[in-house]
């Protein structure tokens, strides 16, 4: 299994969206801090200066008295501003308690007024500098009055000046609404993080699954088909998926003909080796009976014995050397082969014309059970040799007056012929053995009756081309070769 670590995939989004969302979220919060700052500034200078611009029309054309009434009373609904009111010749008619007096009174002969003003923020300037603007008592209804500090000096009627200091700053607002964001931030980030989490999952579980599929790929070892999905990682994961189907069929099928190759090769030494033995004794045998003439063992006249014994092994051997070369012959490619309607009974009984010197020399017993309406389409020289070897097996391996029945049965799509003869067994440990090149269940090998040990294995190469199925087995105390003929 691959090894899993958060800087993975998955630890490598997560990460990065992360960042993205603190770097948004960070950005967001100092946006908003700086303009929570200039709106209670601003919201602060703006009633400041409505509070004040009130007042100051409240006193346009009044007494003396009555504006130092109307400035204690502006004072009683205006608690936070500390005020000083101051006649002409610097007389103080009116004082608040907390005044602290930050700002004097300058003389402007030409009648004009002098209105202090500054920013207003939460960190007021250290050096506490100022900025004057000029104007004239006439136009006081239009007349723009900025703050310094919450501070102004008003000129009102009569020669009364009012010097005006707010008691209140926006930093206690200020930090109160700052507080309240950081809650709000801070929940803010932890659904962001949450989210990261979630969406760096979604994306990362499907590729992760991916890698960890192509690790098991690269070794050949299972792997589930991959769920379905709609989008490109679903697609690749199909894609990748069929590529490492045909990559295990390809593997197995190379594995399988690298063993067929194998086999095939093994076949062949124990083929030749087999082969070199079954030449070699009859060859070895005509050349002692040669040697012995020559040598005068045998006398002139044992000649004739002799020669007919030598005339029967060359025979034997021609036999042989042509099942070796028909076997030859079918184990190599083939043309396709040319079939034709055989009546199934007529084949048998050519064939049988060939074995009735031995069926009757051991005086068995044959018996045809095969309808004479029975045709299919064969290769009938090569199913004609097939049947040969198989009768020839089956009157060999019975005793002495033994049964051998033929029989044929028409069943849905085939036909069903076999071969059984009585008074034989096949060991269950050979019967896979018996198709082999030479194979005899006897230890002695002997080649009494013609036997090559070559004729099995001749018909089952020639029904694996004719694609017939075919078995043998032990069955009612005799041997059944048994053969499915399809028809089409």
């Not at 989004?13 to 200039?38: A, E, N, P």
């Not at 070897?389 to 002495?400: D, E, G, P, R």
Request: hydrophobic share 40%.
């Amino acid at each position: 299994m691959i090894k899993k670590r958060f800087f993975g995939i998955f630890g490598k989004i997560f990460l990065y969206t992360m960042l993205i969302l603190l770097f948004v979220i960070g950005g967001m919060f100092f946006v908003f801090s700086s303009q929570i700052q200039s709106t209670i500034a601003l919201t602060q200078q703006r009633q400041f200066s409505e509070a004040l611009m009130g007042f100051v029309a409240q006193t346009q054309g009044k007494p003396t008295d009555e504006i130092v009434a109307l400035t204690e009373d502006f004072h009683r609904w205006n608690t936070s501003f500390e005020l000083r009111l101051i006649s002409e010749d610097g007389e103080i008619l009116f004082k608040t308690e907390g005044f602290a007096g930050h700002i004097g009174i300058n003389e402007f002969p030409n009648g004009n007024i002098e209105i202090i003003s500054g920013n207003i923020g939460i960190n007021e300037p250290p050096d506490g500098s100022i900025e004057v603007i000029s104007g004239n008592t006439n136009d006081l209804p239009a007349q723009r009055y900025q703050i310094m500090r919450q501070a102004a000096f008003l000129p009102l009627g009569n020669g009364l000046h009012l010097q005006v200091d707010g008691s209140h700053s926006g930093t206690s607002i200020y930090r109160e609404i700052l507080g309240g964001a950081v809650w709000v931030f801070g929940v803010i980030t932890l659904v962001s993080l949450l989210a990261a989490f979630i969406f760096a999952r979604q994306i990362a579980r499907p590729i992760q699954r991916v890698s960890s599929d192509t690790h098991m790929m690269s070794k050949l070892l299972p792997v589930d088909p991959p769920k379905e999905r709609g989008d490109e990682i679903g697609q690749l994961s199909k894609d990748v998926y069929a590529m490492y189907t045909r990559l295990k069929s390809t593997v197995y099928q190379l594995e399988t003909e690298i063993e067929r190759v194998k086999q095939m090769k093994e076949n062949q030494r124990h083929f030749f080796s087999a082969a070199s033995h079954e030449l070699k004794t009859p060859i070895t045998a005509v050349g002692g009976i040669f040697e012995g003439m020559l040598s005068d063992v045998i006398t002139p006249e044992e000649y004739p014995v002799y020669l007919r014994e030598g005339i029967k092994l060359v025979k034997e051997q021609n036999k042989l050397v042509s099942e070796i070369l028909e076997l030859v012959k079918l184990g190599g490619d083939l043309p396709s082969l040319e079939k034709e309607p055989v009546n199934l009974l007529r084949c048998v009984e050519g064939v049988l014309k060939q074995l009735s010197s031995l069926i009757e020399s051991k005086k068995q017993l044959l018996t045809i059970d095969v309808a004479d309406n029975i045709i299919c389409e064969l290769n009938d020289r090569l199913f004609s040799r097939v049947l040969s070897n198989v009768l020839l097996n089956a009157a060999q391996n019975s005793t002495v007056l033994a049964e051998i029945r033929i029989a044929a049965k028409e069943e849905p799509g085939l036909v069903r012929l076999t071969v059984w003869n009585g008074d034989a067994e096949i060991p269950e440990r050979i019967i896979s053995k018996i198709y082999e090149p030479f194979y005899r269940a006897d230890e002695a090998r002997t080649t009494d009756e013609g036997r090559s040990g070559l004729g099995l294995t001749i018909a089952k190469k020639a029904l694996d081309l004719m694609e017939i199925a075919f078995e043998i087995k032990n069955a009612d105390s005799g041997v059944l070769f048994q053969m499915s003929i399809p028809i089409e």
